[in-house]
T-cell receptor, first 110, second 116 residues
């Protein structure tokens, strides 16, 4: 079983749509959780950290369910510029080791 | 803030040669940097953790004699791919943690290596 699992997609949505991505992780000792965004042939960029109480940053909302070992990302009012691969990332242990999911591709069309 | 650079951005080399990739933290000091590789449409895979002033910690299955890591200062880590082969062709990305927030890492722009 992969340490971090994501639906690879692609998710093809029209502008303005709301889209949700899910992610599960296998290590119950995981401590920190993130969503990164990666554009084609570019490096990953931190989108947002995910906190236990859930957190929101503009059109983006992240949720964490530790009991189910499940993380989600909700994007409201999708923009063309949101088209990218979204990486679910988990930190295990005390020395910043990050485990990446394979990513979920989002394509927003006019 | 939290800018990480890599050089070169792209390199093409012949089989059997060695290639050095530099990773620099431009506006912060990083005692720890990380090296990843990514194959097309695949996830980033951690290769090794680079520790300033000490030996790197390699992930299982990564040959330390093939992928030499040196972290001689708090702002520079280098990865040398020795005796490169076509199967080493990949996207190599470094990252560093600026010491703020819950283990956030900032990534360099990556180096695309093609071995012919």
């Amino acid at each position: 079983r992969k340490e971090v699992e994501q639906d690879p997609g692609p998710f093809n949505v029209p502008e303005g749509a709301t889209v949700a991505f899910n992610c599960t992780y296998s290590n119950s000792a995981s401590q920190s959780f993130f969503w990164y965004r990666q554009d084609c042939r570019k490096e990953p960029k931190l989108l947002m950290s995910v906190y236990s109480s859930g957190n929101e940053d503009g059109r983006f909302t992240a949720q964490l369910n530790r009991a189910s070992q499940y993380i989600s990302l909700l994007i409201r009012d999708s923009k063309l510029s949101d088209s990218a691969t979204y990486l679910c990332v988990v930190n295990v242990g005390g020395y910043n080791k990050l485990i990446f999911g394979a990513g979920t591709r989002l394509a927003v069309h006019p | 803030g939290a800018v990480v650079s890599q050089h070169p951005s792209r390199v093409i080399c012949k089989s059997g040669t060695s290639v050095k990739i530099e990773c620099r933290s431009l506006d912060f000091q990083a005692t720890t940097m990380f090296w990843y590789r990514q194959f097309p449409k695949k996830s980033l895979m951690l290769m090794a953790t680079s520790n300033e002033g000490s030996k790197a910690t390699y992930e299982q299955g990564v040959e330390k004699d093939k992928f030499l890591i040196n972290h001689a200062s708090l702002t520079l880590s280098t990865l040398t791919v020795t005796s490169a082969h076509p199967e080493d062709s990949s996207f190599y990305i470094c990252s560093a943690n600026p010491g703020q927030g819950p283990y956030e890492q900032y990534f360099g722009p990556g180096t695309r290596l093609t071995v012919t």
